[in-house]
């Protein structure tokens, strides 16, 4: 793997992690991978040596320097600006075809619904349409939207979302 590609896979692990849809292993998998793609720097050289298994204690500590040696972008996990990264990447994975439309707004839906985060909110409420589309076909009662039209909000949501990191 080259250089740009790694320092992707290095962001959207982290931007995954900010909210609970990526591990911190995740995150020194993709350290090693910026390794071998030619980063480095000691605290890059240190995230990639943390164990799996302590991952989840030593990530956090070691997260913002590794970050800023190699250029990312990097916010304190539960702050908006880290929901809203982590937002982008699921939002991605609609538009590259490796999440369903459906599956990204439930997950928005079930992981905000009270979080003060703007940039998920139509997707929360098209999460919550789904919800109700699925109950009312189990008793035979079909709604103004088809499930194609949720799908079809929400692939328009999504690329709408991921615009926004953009500028």
Known sequence: ??????????????AL???GAGSAAGIVRAACELLVAGADGPSLCALAAVSFRH????????????MQEVGLAFHPRGTI?????GIRVMA???????????ALAVW???TFPMAPVELPRELKLLGFDYEYLDE???VGVTLERSA?????????????????GRR
Do not use: F, N
């Not at 991605?92 to 459906?102: F, Q």
């Open 1 to 14: 793997m080259s250089l740009e590609p790694a320092l992707s896979t290095m962001s959207d692990a982290v």
């Open 55 to 66: 991952a989840d204690e030593e990530v956090p500590e070691l997260l913002e320097a590794a």
């Open 108 to 110: 928005a839906w079930s």
């Open 81 to 85: 600006a880290a929901h809203e990264a």
């Open 148 to 164: 194609e039209q949720l799908d079809a909000e929400i692939v328009a949501e999504a690329r709408r979302i991921v615009a926004s």
């Open 136 to 138: 009312y076909a189990e």
């Open 92 to 102: 991605s994975r609609v538009l590259t075809g490796d999440l369903t439309p459906k």
């Open 17 to 19: 992690w900010y909210v």
